[in-house]
């Protein structure tokens, strides 16, 4: 239930503290008489081998997982922070000069007149207002999600120690503005990204410091059981769509056939391949 519109106008994620949840209540919707929900992501080159960013996957797969109609509206790096500004969507951070940061992914639901900026808030806004059969953040697990999510992708944990590896292959899919824009601004936070990690020992290395995050990762899936390929056993919560999604992402920035792709999708006995696979194929 997805469509795209071509090129036009485009946010990252903060994390369950940065949105109070101040939400309108749940109330049941038909799923056939909604609107598609307008999803702001960013373009690359080849549209045709599916959305990249890992943090703007984790709404796509929100939207898929809830079974919302959507459409995607591709905005520019450069773009982003005016498009944000003109549709009324919340910043999600502060930029090192002070001024407020925008990013993706942003959502634009017609059928409710709101806009929601980050994946974690989207992922709320969806079960608070669409009480589909699937909810994202099941009530009482809250405490749990927002947990979880830290110990994932807060500053020292794993999605950063993986994202290392991959940040200097981002530009090269990306169209010229937003891949001018990316080079310019990752190269004033990290250096020169070429040489960050490059491939060879030094790649192999933060690979395996990678692994070991997902190591620990790993132990708490298999908390839930034997066989089991979900966190909380057979049914996918929000914890499991933001794993899946950072695969899909990982995937699709190295490319399926890479050697760095063959080395994560063999972790954990295919655990997180078979995850981006099971929840990532829609995308």
Same mark, same amino acid.
């Given at each position: 239930?997805? &469509?795209?519109?071509?090129?036009?106008?485009?946010?990252?994620?903060?994390?369950?503290?940065?949105?109070?949840?101040?939400?309108?209540?749940?109330?049941?919707?038909?799923?056939?008489?909604?609107?598609?929900?307008?999803?702001?992501?960013?373009?690359?080159?080849?549209?045709?081998?599916?959305?990249?960013?890992?943090?703007?996957?984790?709404?796509?797969?929100?939207?898929?997982?809830?079974?919302?109609?959507?459409?995607?509206?591709?905005?520019?790096?450069?773009?982003?922070?005016?498009?944000?500004?003109?549709?009324?969507?919340?910043?999600?951070?502060?930029?090192?000069?002070?001024?407020?940061?925008?990013?993706?992914?942003?959502?634009?639901?017609?059928?409710?007149?709101?806009?929601? &900026?980050? &994946?974690?808030?989207?992922?709320?806004?969806?079960?608070?207002?669409?009480?589909?059969?699937?909810?994202?953040?099941?009530?009482?697990?809250?405490?749990?999600?927002?947990?979880?999510?830290?110990?994932?992708?807060?500053?020292?944990?794993?999605?950063?120690?993986?994202?290392?590896?991959?940040?200097?292959?981002?530009?090269?899919?990306?169209?010229? &503005?937003?891949?001018?824009?990316?080079?310019?601004?990752?190269?004033?936070?990290?250096?020169?990204?070429?040489?960050?990690?490059?491939?060879?020992?030094?790649?192999?290395?933060?690979?395996?410091?990678?692994?070991?995050?997902?190591?620990?990762?790993?132990?708490?899936?298999?908390?839930?059981?034997?066989?089991?390929l979900y966190l909380t056993g057979d049914t996918p919560v929000w914890a499991d769509v933001i794993v899946a999604a950072y695969m899909v992402g990982v995937k699709r920035i190295f490319g399926p056939d890479s050697d760095e792709w063959k080395k994560i999708s063999s972790w954990h006995g295919g655990r997180w391949a078979k995850l981006a696979d099971a929840l990532g194929t829609s995308s």
């Amino acid at each position: 239930m997805h &469509s795209q519109q071509a090129p036009q106008e485009a946010t990252l994620h903060a994390g369950p503290s940065a949105h109070p949840r101040v939400l309108p209540p749940a109330r049941p919707r038909s799923i056939m008489a909604l609107e598609e929900i307008i999803l702001y992501d960013i373009p690359r080159k080849e549209l045709e081998k599916g959305a990249w960013s890992p943090n703007t996957l984790k709404a796509r797969l929100a939207l898929a997982f809830k079974g919302l109609p959507y459409k995607t509206v591709w905005i520019e790096y450069p773009d982003i922070a005016a498009h944000c500004q003109k549709i009324g969507a919340k910043p999600t951070g502060t930029n090192d000069d002070g001024t407020p940061a925008y990013t993706l992914p942003v959502i634009r639901d017609p059928n409710t007149n709101a806009v929601v &900026s980050d &994946s974690y808030a989207i992922a709320e806004y969806l079960d608070a207002n669409y009480a589909t059969t699937r909810s994202l953040i099941p009530a009482g697990t809250e405490g749990f999600h927002a947990a979880f999510f830290s110990a994932i992708a807060g500053p020292h944990a794993v999605f950063p120690q993986t994202y290392i590896t991959y940040v200097a292959h981002v530009p090269g899919l990306l169209n010229p &503005s937003s891949e001018e824009y990316f080079i310019r601004t990752r190269t004033a936070r990290l250096g020169k990204l070429e040489e960050l990690c490059p491939r060879g020992p030094v790649r192999d290395a933060q690979l395996e410091k990678s692994k070991a995050g997902f190591d620990v990762v790993a132990s708490w899936y298999d908390k839930a059981g034997k066989d089991k390929l979900y966190l909380t056993g057979d049914t996918p919560v929000w914890a499991d769509v933001i794993v899946a999604a950072y695969m899909v992402g990982v995937k699709r920035i190295f490319g399926p056939d890479s050697d760095e792709w063959k080395k994560i999708s063999s972790w954990h006995g295919g655990r997180w391949a078979k995850l981006a696979d099971a929840l990532g194929t829609s995308s």
